[in-house]
């Protein structure tokens, strides 16, 4: 008889502490050998592949790390919700010291609201009347702040607001050349910042800009010097609002790999980063500092000499949207996906099995995770609990 999820829960192994690191290769260039290993030891034959594993240890370690570096100058950090989408682990995260969340979708603050975090940050600009009301009902029992980009975008915030008998904070989102969201000028920005202020329901807090079109440049100097760049006229853009008579409690913005740029933006009260809790392919790349916590275990369906190796885990379960999945423990290269199989050219000195579970690391977690709607927690390569991705949207 095939086992479920209940099951798993009820089968709780008590972990001994392990303390292996998650590198990101061994000494032979064999990419994330921990999570290869997990794969092989995890003990679970009744659960299905594909499903996600989360190493709890190599997870910890992320989280205190990032805490602490931001520890130092009190706390500015405000981690992203929408990377792992997982209540428990926004409350690990409050725990380790920071002040409140980040987050990118109305359900996300209604699941956060739910388990009780009370100070959270909507960092996207939201016009959609359900999704906005939503929000105005979950800032009748937490303190909600939202980003505008236009008046348009401020005067339904507010309607929203007033229908619910609501309060909402609003920083207003200004352009610094992603061109996502966000104003393009000062001069608009502290019209706007005029006009929510005006506006009831509403209070003006102050200014997000997210560097988001920078996060990729592979050499961290330049990351680094472009991000300054970005942000230059922030400080000008400041001092103008002041001038106006506006008060400016927060100034957001800052991503994973740009943590340390942004530590160094004194001016950030509030730092976005979400990625370095699981980290993934394409982060571990820019920002080795912290470690892969998370992977597929998918089963090998296929396995030829000289042909790709063939796995039950294809785009519907691993994302594509920001670089490609790599296979574990394997000198190995990707080769496709499909819907349900990824296929990789592995090169010895061992293939993979007919039958065998594997880990394969998601080119990017954050659009991987809400693919599932639990996380298989391990700790020493062994189940210790499950995560559940609670915060995921309600689909029509
Ligand atoms: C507005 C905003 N802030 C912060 C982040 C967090 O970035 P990361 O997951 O790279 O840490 C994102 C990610 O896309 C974002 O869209």
């Known amino acids: 008889m095939r086992r479920g999820l209940e099951d798993v829960s009820a089968s709780t192994t008590v972990a001994a502490p392990h303390g292996e690191g998650a590198a990101a290769a061994d000494g032979d260039g064999v990419p994330f050998p921990g999570l290869a290993r997990l794969a092989a030891e995890l003990e679970l034959p009744e659960l ?110 507010s309607a929203a607001a007033t229908d619910h008998h609501a309060h909402l904070g609003v920083v207003v989102e200004v352009d610094i050349g992603m061109h996502r969201s966000g104003v393009s000028s000062a001069g608009e920005a502290v019209e706007l910042a005029q006009y929510v202020a005006s506006l009831p329901g509403l209070s003006f807090r102050g200014i997000m800009a997210y560097e988001g079109g920078l996060v990729e440049i592979a050499d961290r100097a330049a990351r680094s010097a472009a991000v300054h760049a970005a942000f230059e006229p922030i400080s000008g853009l400041l001092e103008q609002l002041t001038r106006a008579g506006l008060d400016v409690e927060m100034v957001t913005g800052g991503a994973t790999s740009t943590y340390d740029v942004a530590y160094e933006l004194a001016y950030l009260t509030d730092v976005q980063a ?100 639990h996380l298989i927690g391990c700790r020493n390569n062994r189940f210790e609990r499950i995560l559940k991705v609670d915060g995921r949207d309600t689909i029509a």
């Open 274 to 373: 979400g990625s370095y809790v699981f980290m993934d392919a394409a982060y571990a790349k820019l920002i080795p500092e912290f470690e892969v916590a998370l992977a597929a275990i998918a089963t090998v369906a296929t396995s030829r000499p000289g042909r790709p190796v063939v796995l039950d885990v294809g785009s519907k379960r691993i994302s594509t949207d920001w670089g490609t999945p790599v296979l574990a423990g394997f000198h190995a290269r990707h080769y496709a996906n499909s819907e349900e199989h990824n296929r990789f050219m592995v090169d010895g000195p061992r293939m993979p099995e007919i039958g065998e579970r594997v880990a394969v690391v998601p080119g990017h977690s954050s659009s991987t995770v809400s693919l599932y709607q």
């Open 48 to 157: 299905p592949t594909p499903f996600l594993v989360v190493d709890l240890d190599v997870m910890e370690r992320n989280i205190e790390r990032m805490a602490t570096y931001f520890g130092r100058s009190g706390s500015r950090l405000r981690p992203h919700m929408k990377h792992h989408k997982c209540t428990e682990i926004s409350r690990l995260q409050l725990k380790a010291g920071c002040a409140g969340i980040t987050c990118a979708t109305s359900d996300e603050i209604s699941a956060a609201v739910r388990s009780g975090i009370d100070d959270i940050l909507l960092a996207n600009v939201l016009t959609d009347r359900n999704r906005l009301a939503s929000v105005a009902d979950s800032a009748t029992r937490a303190k909600v702040t939202i980003a505008a980009d236009s008046a348009h975008a401020a005067q339904l915030a």
